[in-house]
């Protein structure tokens, strides 16, 4: 009988503390608590570019066009 009462507890408490976890991922926060703000997410995808000089990509915002070529600083591109 005690072998049956402890596996019936055991078996409430896991289904207890399943139901209790689901709760707080679906649900809003409760107690007054603030939710945890989301990562933001980017607007835009910028295109990126490869420096003919080094190989690194980089930006093209960052672009310094040179000859036809994308470098990606002063220092890369030709004088």
């Known amino acids: 009988m005690t072998r049956l009462l ?3 507890a055991l078996i409430f408490l896991v289904i ?3 139901r209790s976890k ?3 991922m679906s649900g809003p926060p ?3 608590q603030p939710q945890q703000p989301r990562a933001a ?4 995808i910028e295109k990126m570019l490869q420096c003919a000089h080094c190989g690194v990509h980089f930006p093209a915002s960052e672009n310094v066009p040179a000859n036809g070529l ?3 600083s002063a220092a ?3 004088h």
């Open 16 to 18: 207890a503390a399943i």
């Open 30 to 32: 409760q107690g007054g």
């Open 70 to 72: 994308d470098y990606c």
């Open 41 to 44: 997410e980017p607007q835009q």
């Open 22 to 24: 689901l709760r707080k």
């Open 6 to 8: 402890f596996w019936l």
């Open 76 to 78: 890369h591109a030709p």
